[in-house]
């Protein structure tokens, strides 16, 4: 049963600390994706990835690390110098190598500050 | 800069009626469009696409429609059930571009 898991469910973060939400997929898929979606506005990406060792910036990086050391993972760090890390995170994956495909989203992690 | 827009935050509907969502957007660039549905505390589900090359495209009660001279395109939902009430974003990308652009979404009310 192919699909993307995101860890944890929710999460709290106190002020200073850096935190790594999980994404795995197991669709074999190249391209993965990070996005923030803050109450009453569409998604905003913070990072991509293409292919295993290569992510790049989105719109909203700032405050954000990723890494892609697997195919199948692609863990998203809000760091301390995110001032405003309260939203709920979606990860998502597609096959872009065969042209125009959707993206398949995770159920998503909720962050707040304790 | 909103490059894809969703003017409408929220439709309310009749079960069995038609739910029409609608979506505008100002790059001509984009050439590739998406609808997605989204409940509660759950990721975004893909519902339908559209290319630039089309004008319509069917799959069973969901129909979308683009109107590439109004940068407009809409979602028909016939028949709207129950199940349908949630939040519906629309997306669009260029050519080569792995970015998605997303609308905010307009959360759909069936009524029994």
């Known amino acids: 049963d192919g699909g993307i898991t995101q860890s944890p469910k929710y999460l709290f973060r106190k002020e200073g600390q850096n935190v790594t939400l999980s994404c795995e997929q197991n669709l074999n898929h190249d391209a993965m994706y990070w996005y923030r979606q803050d109450p009453g506005q569409g998604l905003r990406l913070i990072y991509y990835?293409?292919?295993?060792?290569?992510?790049q910036k989105g719109d909203i990086a700032e405050g954000y690390s990723v890494s892609r050391e697997k195919k199948e993972s692609f863990p998203l760090t809000v760091t301390s110098a995110q001032k405003n890390p309260t939203a709920f995170y979606l990860c998502?994956?597609?096959?872009?190598?065969?042209?125009?495909?959707?993206?398949?989203f995770g159920d998503g992690t909720r962050l707040s500050i304790l | 800069d909103q490059q894809v827009k969703q003017n409408s935050p929220s439709l309310s509907v009749q079960e069995g009626r038609i739910s029409i969502l609608n979506c505008d957007y100002t790059?001509?660039?984009?050439?590739?469009f998406l609808w997605y549905k989204k409940y509660p505390a759950e990721g975004p589900t893909f519902l339908i696409s559209i290319s630039s090359i089309k004008d319509k495209n069917e799959d069973g009660r969901f129909t979308v429609f683009l109107n590439k001279s109004a940068k407009h395109l809409s979602l028909h939902i016939v028949p709207s059930q129950p199940g349908d009430s949630a939040v519906y974003f629309c997306?669009?990308?260029?050519?080569?571009?792995?970015?998605?652009?997303w609308g905010a979404g307009t959360k759909l009310i069936i009524k029994p």
């Open positions: 997306a669009a990308s260029a050519r080569n571009n792995y970015q998605l652009i």
């Open positions: 790059n001509s660039m984009f050439d590739y």
């Open positions: 998502a994956s597609n096959d872009r190598w065969k042209g125009n495909q959707p993206q398949h």
């Open positions: 990835s293409q292919i295993v060792n290569d992510f």
